[in-house]
């Protein structure tokens, strides 16, 4: 089991050694190529399309710019302290424990409640193709194939995550290289579309514009998960590089490029983009067979992917948060190199949210979509003023960490902090986001107050 941090024990002696480091360079770099192909992308983008029309384009291009950045920054930090705990053992360094506090288990209430959401959403679609079979079964079969499967070793998440990751990259390559030979005019059965569908470029003006981007910036979650994964490699500093310094032509191809695709060959006003979703109209648009039925194979994949991935991410980020001593002890109990309770404890919190979808859906349910609906953006926060304080420290007490640079430091930062301002002033505006703005605001203070009480009463004991 591993020690209790103490004020003797400051976060840069830390180390996640009691973890297993059962992933390999093959698995990180899967986690890494197929973290980018979120259920975001095939699930919600169709109604950014619909709000912003072929400026969603735009709209995922300056929200992929800042993930570009965010990834940059924790990667630099990563690679200098590889951690499960990822971003809040990062700010726990950097700010204090309150912030690292803050940061964790927000995001923990978040990964535990997609898990429920992304069960929900597979679900939905095998009840699709068996009518009759209750959801809540179809739910409960997926938790306990990946709850025992994180269970059993990291490598079995690592298997999954490989395997779920190279189905997405095939996936979504085969249907980029259909749709640039469709817009060539060398597909046999299609026309060159031209420039005829991105004629009225901003339908519903600078608004629109303004929903596709804040529906662009949380299609991007997920792609934190390869920095915690990273801890459990075996060797975190390179996989950390590697995955950081490919992230640009990632984020460029397989989102940007794709909604390039679609908008140039389908009509953005067409109610199958959100009906059916974007891929698979584009698809039926081309007229390809069984395209329906493949695409919703490949969405139920990146559901399951995102559900495996966010149960590793839960468990690893409260093991750390414990390891710091930053919550209940038992949840950092180590069998077989793997932290079990925590594993355990957050499948039955994902497996609650489905109940309460149930149960009660208007009041309670509602109120915990609002209450993580930000919670990235406050999160991503944490990290740009984490590497802000960081990297000053980092140059001058141990320089050769540095395996990773953020870059125009600190000219980037400041700006890609701006952003993330500039995001929330956004949310505040718009009615629908306004809420979550404000639920996930004062989860977040809460927390923060809890961290900074438990802070003091450390400092004075």
Not at 298 to 320: C, D, E, P, Q, T
Request: aromatic letters at 10%; charged letters at 15%; one cysteine or more.
């Amino acid at each position: 089991m591993p020690s209790r941090t103490t004020e003797e024990t400051p976060p840069q002696q830390r180390t996640d050694g009691s973890l297993s480091h059962g992933l390999k360079q093959r698995h990180l770099s899967m986690i890494a190529l197929g973290g980018v192909i979120g259920a975001g992308l095939f699930v919600g983008s169709g109604a950014g399309i619909a709000a912003a029309g072929p400026s969603i384009v735009i709209a995922y291009a300056l929200s992929g710019l800042l993930v570009m950045l965010v990834m940059r920054m924790l990667g630099e930090m990563s690679a200098a302290y590889p951690s499960s705990g990822s971003f809040s053992a990062h700010a726990e360094r950097a700010i204090g424990p309150w912030a690292g506090f803050a940061a964790g288990w927000s995001f923990w209430v978040l990964l535990c409640t997609a898990v429920g959401l992304e069960g929900i959403g597979a679900a939905k679609i095998v009840q699709g193709w068996l009518p009759g079979t209750p959801q809540w079964m179809w739910v409960a079969l997926f938790m306990l194939v990946f709850c025992g499967a994180n269970l059993a070793a990291v490598k079995n998440f690592g298997e999954f995550e490989f395997w779920f990751a190279a189905l997405k990259i095939g996936a979504i390559s085969l249907f980029l290289i259909l749709g640039v030979l469709a817009i060539a005019g060398v597909l046999p059965g299609t026309d060159a579309p031209g420039t005829s569908h991105l004629g009225d470029f901003l339908p519903h003006g600078s608004e629109g514009l303004l929903v596709g981007l804040l529906a662009s910036v949380f299609a991007y979650g997920g792609l934190e998960t390869v920095t915690i994964a990273a801890a459990e490699s075996e060797d975190p500093v390179r996989g950390v590089a590697s995955a950081v310094r490919t992230a640009m032509w990632r984020i460029a191809l397989f989102y940007i490029g794709s909604m390039a695709v679609v908008v140039t060959l389908v009509p953005w006003d067409s109610a199958e983009v959100v009906e059916k979703g974007p891929y698979v109209a584009t698809l039926d648009h081309l007229g390809i067979p069984g395209a329906g039925k493949l695409m919703n194979v490949v969405v139920l994949v990146a559901l399951l992917s995102a559900m495996n991935a966010n149960i590793y991410g839960s468990s690893r980020i409260a093991f750390s948060l414990v390891e710091r001593g930053q919550g209940p002890k038992a949840l950092a109990r180590l069998s077989g190199g793997v932290p079990r309770i925590a594993v355990l404890t957050s499948c039955v919190l994902g497996f609650l949210c489905v109940l309460l979808s149930y149960w009660r859906p208007d009041d309670v349910f509602k109120w915990l979509l609002n209450m993580i609906g930000a919670v990235i953006l406050v999160v991503w926060i944490f990290i740009a003023v984490s590497q802000l304080l960081l990297r000053r420290r980092i140059e001058r007490e141990a320089p050769e960490r540095l395996v990773v640079r953020m870059w125009a430091f600190p000219w980037l930062t400041w700006i890609a902090l701006a952003g993330m301002v500039a995001i929330f002033v956004l949310m505040a505006r718009e009615p629908d986001t306004r809420l979550q703005l404000y639920s996930t605001g004062g989860m977040t203070l809460c927390l923060a107050a809890v961290g900074y009480a438990r802070q003091r009463a450390r400092a004075r004991g």
